[in-house]
């Protein structure tokens, strides 16, 4: 007997009808599964045959969802519940995720065959608390196995579930059925027919797979497993040239499998790092082929990261694709440690806002070498930031004890404010005890005569 809400066995004697929850809850009750995060609730799904006349004369409030799906949230007694009726869909061809034809049923059987995978098609009947399992999925569901029970049927008319293969594979920490994978990799091209913002969607999830119910490195096999399935060409096709080798003297690992490590050593809880490592080397193979190295690969992978997370890509919000740009342009900066002290108080300035970040993804690209030498983990960015700080060092040209307005007064026009007040700046941030107006008011009336 699985646990469900008592209000849910409630409802269900006042419709006088059955109401099964299925899908996740169910695989996870099985599977003694929970969620990662102590304070997440499990969301439950329910399915039945009842509309919604029949909740509201039960007493429960419902929102539509999709009306086409007749899928609807439902309120009762401090429960929420997200309710779709048992149904059959028709598609068109291609896997445009969205079925051309709906038709509502009563048949339980025939609901759990339109659904992705056996272990997400098994039903708890709340009123007799009894599973109801048309397809055997309890078995996979124990023995961590995902399948389809028609897997041409489900990749076929819905090409996102490709993706959810391989998230729910590394979510949960299951092994996929032979014959789901083989086919799988045959309707691969299917992807090609979902939204940009659909396969952005899944591969966050995928990147963040380990944190849904704590499966250890779980969004580094999402990438592998992505990688074996072909599906890169379909969502970055820029993976899809990283299979190069590197130099022995710095990798372990060539281009491709360095990336994945990188990610799966970037830290979770810093935003937009996972992506940011995960685009960060993409312009090696195209500074190999072009010059026979892989120096300069920077700035080809911030162009890269542009061109494929933004709007002709996956559609990432601009704050997002601008982040893992300059997280991708800048993350070979300092490479040698013999920047200038000068040099690198300027940079840390003028990129103050990502300093954590970039150190972090430079920690994680090191790590992902395989090499495990010191000095590759000596990053100094904190270090000038915190140098900075402490010092009281104008870390933004308005920070001056002068302004423009103090420059046109003292005779400066057009181009020549700019620069001149550009020239304090980067003097009283290498010397952050020069940031005194009078002197600095002095220093505009020499230069002007000089």
Request: with cysteine; aromatic share 8%.
């Amino acid at each position: 007997m699985l646990y469900s809400p008592p209000s849910l066995t409630e409802l269900a004697k006042k419709l006088n009808r059955p109401i099964y929850i299925v899908g996740g809850y169910v695989r996870n009750q099985l599977c003694n599964l929970q969620p990662a995060a102590n304070n997440q609730s499990p969301d439950i799904d329910i399915a039945g045959d009842f509309d919604g006349q029949l909740l509201k004369k039960a007493g429960a409030r419902i929102a539509i969802i999709n009306k086409k799906l007749g899928t609807m949230w439902i309120e009762y007694k401090g429960n929420r519940f997200e309710y779709t009726p048992f149904r059959t869909e028709e598609y068109a061809s291609g896997g445009h995720h969205s079925p051309i034809n709906i038709e509502f049923i009563s048949d339980i059987n025939k609901d759990a065959r339109r659904r992705d995978f056996t272990a997400n098609s098994i039903y708890y009947d709340v009123l007799n608390q009894k599973i109801v399992d048309p397809l055997c999925g309890t078995h996979d569901a124990k023995n961590k196995i995902l399948r389809c029970h028609e897997a041409e049927s489900v990749f076929k008319s819905d090409g996102l579930r490709l993706m959810r293969l391989v998230r729910l594979a590394s979510e949960l920490g299951y092994e996929i059925d032979e014959k789901t994978k083989e086919t799988a990799f045959r309707f691969r091209h299917q992807l090609n027919d979902i939204s940009a913002e659909r396969k952005r969607d899944e591969l966050n999830k995928i990147l963040y797979a380990d944190k849904k119910y704590g499966v250890t490195h779980a969004h580094y096999r999402g990438l592998k497993l992505l990688h074996e399935l072909r599906l890169w060409e379909h969502i970055l096709p820029s993976m899809t040239r990283m299979k190069i080798p590197q130099n022995a003297r710095w990798h372990n690992y060539d281009v491709l499998e360095h990336t994945f490590m990188a990610v799966k050593f970037a830290d979770a809880n810093i935003e937009n790092l996972r992506l940011a490592a995960l685009m960060h080397d993409t312009g090696k193979p195209v500074c190999q082929q072009l010059f026979g190295k892989m120096s300069g690969h920077a700035a080809v992978s911030g162009e890269i990261a542009l061109k494929e997370l933004g709007q002709e890509g996956l559609k990432y919000p601009k704050s997002v694709v601008s982040e893992v740009v300059k997280l991708c342009e800048l993350h070979m900066y300092d490479l040698d440690f013999k920047t200038s002290e000068n040099k690198m108080r300027l940079f840390c300035a003028i990129n103050f806002e990502i300093l954590e970040k970039l150190q972090a993804l430079k920690y994680a690209d090191a790590l992902a070498t395989g090499k495990n030498k010191q000095e590759l983990f000596e990053h100094r960015f904190l270090y000038f930031r915190d140098k900075l700080l402490e010092e009281g060092a104008p870390l933004r040209q308005s920070d001056l004890r002068v302004s423009g307005r103090d420059a046109i007064e003292a005779g400066y026009e057009g181009e020549a404010i700019r620069v001149v007040l550009e020239e304090l700046w980067k003097e009283c941030l290498a010397n952050p005890s020069l940031n005194e107006r009078e002197r600095l008011l002095e220093q505009l009336k020499n230069r002007r005569g000089s």
